[in-house]
C-alpha cells in the first residue's frame, strides 16, 4: 500500500468501511468551505452507490484488500484545491483543524440528518437543471457534402455514399460559421452540427470540429463528425445536402453522372425516414444537380414530406442581381424580384420582367420605399435580350467555381427566411415540388418564386406569365422531366427540347405516366 494508506486487510470488513466512509462524507460535506455570511457551504459528494463502486473499481484495480474506509476524500480542483487526497473522517477533520481552523463538535445523528438533506437538495437540483436542458434542446443540423475532384466510388455497399463524402468541402467550411453566429436561427436559438463523412476524411474532419470548438460559439451546443452511415440524421432537424460531383465529361457521360446523384439519394433518403424527426427540413444545394437531388429524395422518401424539401436557387438570384447592379451602376441590394425559373445547376431562365429597383440613381426619385420597373429604365435592348444571354453563362461559370462563399451565403440566407420569413412583398427563388402551377408539370422539383412565412412558403402564383416566359417554362419542364427519367432509369439518355413541339408535348406526357405512384 502506499505510505498513509490503511494497511490491508480482509474483505469482511466491507459493509462497516462504507459505513465510515459515507459517514466521513457526509461530515465533509457539513464542514467545506465558510461562505461570506457565515454560514457552511455543503461539498459534492457522491452519492453512496456511486462511491461504493468507485471503491470495488479502485481496490480491484490495485489488487488491494481493506476493513476501514482507504482514502475516501480528496480536495476539490474545482474550488482551488492541490487535489491531496485525505483519509478518513479523522483525517478530514485534521485538515479543516489546519486549513480553516474549525474543530467540528457536531454529533453523528446530525450529521445525518444534514447530509440527508444535501442530498435531496442535489437531486432537486439535477432534476431541475434536467428539465430546463430539455425545454431547450438545440436544432440538430446535420451537413453531407461531396469533395469537388474526388473519384466517384461504387455504392454498392452501404459503406459508400457514393463518392468521397466530405464535409470539409469549402461551401461547408464557410456555412458552419454562418449557422453558428445566430443570425439564421435566431439569437436564442442553441444549435448542434453533425458532420457526416467517411472514414477517409475523419481526421479532417475532426481539425474542422476541433476549429469551430475554439471559436466558442454562444449558441453552438455542439459540433461532431459522423462516420457510420447506418447512424446518419439521428433525431435531424434540418439537413443540408451540400454533395456536389465535379462534371469531367470527356471521363463519363452526363447520364452517369445523373444516376451517381440517383445512387446517393437513394441511399439517404430511407435514412432521414428512418432516424430523423417527423418534420425534418431538407435543403439541396451545392453547384450541381440541386433540383436532381431534392426530387430522389422526394421520390425514395414516400414519407417524406414534399414541402419540407426545397432546392437552393439564391446564388444565381443574388449573383444576377450584381450583374444588374453592375450595369446600373447603383447597389445590388436595391434589386429586388428576379425570378430564376427551372433547372437551378441546369437549364435555368432568369426572369427580369417583375424586377424592381429601389434607390437607383435616376430622373425619378423617391422615399426608400419607392421602387421602379427594371425594364423601364434599361433602354438597351440589346443588352436585355443578347448579351445578357452572354453574362448568364459568365454568371454560370462564376457560381459554379466560387470558393464556397456565395452557395453557404444563399444556404444561410434560404434557411432564414424558412424560419423567420422573407422580406415582406419580396420574392424569392426556390426548387420546390411542382403542383402544376404556371402548367408546368407535376411531380418534379423546378425552380419557381415564393415567399416565405410562418414557418413554410407559398407559390407566388398571382404573377403574370408573358409568352416568352411560357415557352421557357416548357423548355426547362423537359429538361427536368429528362434528368428524372434518367436518374429512375426509364430512359438510357437525354433527349433534347423536340424538333417539334409535337414531339416534346408528347414525349413530356409518356415521361409523366412513367413516374411511379405517389411520385407526382
Partial sequence: MPPGRPAPASREGTARAEGQAAEAARAARCRATPQASGRWRAARAWPSWCWRQWLRDICEMNGWEHRRSPIIWRELLDRGGKGLLLGGVNDFLEYAQHYYGITSMMLSEEMLDIAEENLQAHVETEKEGEEIRNLTNPLQIWITSLSEGCEQVSMSSPDHLGGKNSASAPICYQLIPLLANGEVFGMT????????????????LCGIVMEVEDMAFPLLRGISEHTEIDKAFLQADVIIVLDDILLKREVQSLENYIREVSEICHVYAPLIE????????????????????????????????????????TSWETAAKAMLARKLNMNAAGVKDVIVWGNITGCNYIDLSHTKLYKCDSAVWGPANFSRPLMNLIYDSKWIHSELLSAQSSLSSRVCYCAGMLSAHA????????????????????????????????????SMPVRFQNGGWEVVTELEINETTQEALERLSHDVIQEKLVALEKIKEMHPYGRDKITTKKELRQGMETFPAGSV
Avoid at 436559438?189 to 481526421?203: A, G, Q, R, V
Wanted: one cysteine or more.
Fill in 189 to 204: 436559438t442553441e444549435i448542434s452540427i453533425h458532420l457526416l463523412d467517411t472514414d477517409e476524411f475523419k481526421s479532417v
Fill in 274 to 313: 428512418k432516424n430523423a424527426k417527423k418534420g425534418v427540413r431538407v435543403i439541396s444545394a451545392g453547384k450541381t444537380f440541386v433540383n436532381l437531388k431534392a426530387m430522389m429524395i422526394i421520390t425514395y422518401g414516400p414519407s417524406i414530406n414534399p414541402e419540407n424539401v426545397i432546392a437552393v436557387a
Fill in 411 to 446: 444556404v444561410a440566407t434560404v434557411l432564414r427566411y424558412w424560419f423567420h420569413g422573407s422580406p415582406p412583398g419580396e420574392i424569392v427563388s426556390v426548387g420546390i415540388l411542382s403542383e402544376g402551377q404556371f402548367c408546368i408539370p407535376e411531380g418534379i422539383v423546378f
